[in-house]
């Protein structure tokens, strides 16, 4: 097995590393909000505090802690999902930033994916995004680089943040922001966004659904839900050889491209490696159950990683534009697609939506439904 090393997590301080908050947060104060007392928020310099309440936000290394526990009428089973999956990131962050020294670095990687590389051609300009669930923040590191917009990313997981902020501030990215927080209770008004990204987050959540909708709400009408999650078919092959791995171990590691070369790159496929075959909670999730939602909740269907209905993706892909949700035998074949395929990146497909017009997010779900 691939060794844990005890202080994979630890991430040091360095001097290009600001102890300052982004100025971005002094900017766009409005939309931010205390979850713990649903307060307005004042940011003076480094200091940010809840109005009228009072109350002091921490900020450690210049990322603010938003972070509070789930509310009164949630589960037990929430809560300790919640600590077990903030104490697992916090011990090895993934992704990690090995083999990126560059801003271009970065760029060269996220654009090789067709579904980062669509995303930044196509967001609309001057939108503002809410990545939730950001981990390391490659993602809203890349899309910061431009100026056409304003991102705004979170996780539970101080370690993670200090990796994503620290490239952020090495490398000049001044249109990204990074706040600690609970996915359940995100530190910004409703209807604050125009995009929202989740991309493999919530199905290591309690509550997947209940997630899904803590994070609808924070989208203006009329704004964009793009939600990854691991397949209930294509994730299969992975849990397979999860099994594989801890019944014999190195011998089978050339089953996974990239545990082939571990030797060489022991940090990165270490964190690669624990995040896939070690994690302590995920959850599978099939295309007509993320339709139910869209459904329940008033979002319109526009598109998915792979097409829903079967067809070819193409790098040419208009993510925005509405696409056919075909019939559940058509989805169910494209889920088979993937998992015949070999369950490609672990198994993750992604739903994008539009919230309708006059829609207000329930903050309780009527029914909850799975795979």
């Known amino acids: 097995m691939l060794a844990t090393n005890s202080n994979a997590g630890a991430v040091p301080h360095t001097a290009a590393m600001s102890q300052h908050v982004s100025s971005l947060l002094a900017e766009h104060a409005a939309i931010i909000e205390d979850p713990a007392t649903g307060d307005g928020v004042r940011v003076d310099g480094n200091r940010i505090v809840a109005v009228p309440s009072g109350r002091g936000i921490d900020v450690v290394d210049g990322i603010p802690n938003f972070f509070v526990p789930a509310d009164h009428d949630a589960s037990t089973a929430i809560g300790d999902v919640t600590d077990m999956v903030r104490a697992f990131y916090e011990e090895t962050p993934f992704p990690n930033y090995d083999g990126f020294d560059s801003r271009e670095s970065l760029a060269t990687k996220a654009r090789r994916g067709v579904f980062a590389a669509l995303l930044d051609q196509q967001l609309p300009h001057g939108c503002v995004v809410f990545e939730a669930g950001c981990g390391t923040g490659q993602l809203s590191n890349f899309l910061g680089m431009s100026w056409e917009r304003t991102v705004f990313a979170g996780d539970l997981c101080l370690n993670s943040l200090r990796l994503a902020k620290g490239f952020a501030d090495r490398h000049a990215i001044r249109n990204v922001a990074f706040v600690q927080m609970n996915l359940f209770r995100p530190p910004f008004r409703d209807e604050s966004f125009d995009v929202v990204i989740s991309n493999g987050v919530l199905h290591h959540t309690g509550d997947c659904e209940r997630a899904f909708r803590a994070i609808l709400a924070k989208l203006k009408p009329g704004g964009v839900i793009l939600v990854g999650l691991y397949n209930y078919y294509a994730r299969l092959p992975t849990l397979w050889k999860a099994q594989a791995f801890r019944t014999l171990g190195p011998k089978l590691y050339f089953l996974d491209p990239r545990l082939r ?28 159950e993320v339709l139910r939602w869209f459904e329940r909740y008033g979002v319109e269907f526009l598109n998915g990683i792979p097409h829903v209905d079967g067809t070819a993706f193409s790098d040419r892909e208009h993510l925005f534009e509405p696409h056919a949700a075909g019939t559940s035998t058509n989805r169910v074949a494209a889920q088979l697609a993937m998992l015949l395929s070999g369950g490609q990146d672990g198994g993750l497909f992604i739903m994008i939506g539009r919230k309708r017009e006059g829609v207000s997010t329930p903050t309780r779900a009527t029914a909850t439904s799975r795979a």
Do not use: G
Request: proline share 7%.
């Open 261 to 288: 070369d571990w030797r060489r790159e022991p940090a990165r496929i270490r964190a690669w490696f624990r995040d896939q075959y070690e994690h302590p909670h995920e959850t599978r999730h099939s295309m007509d």
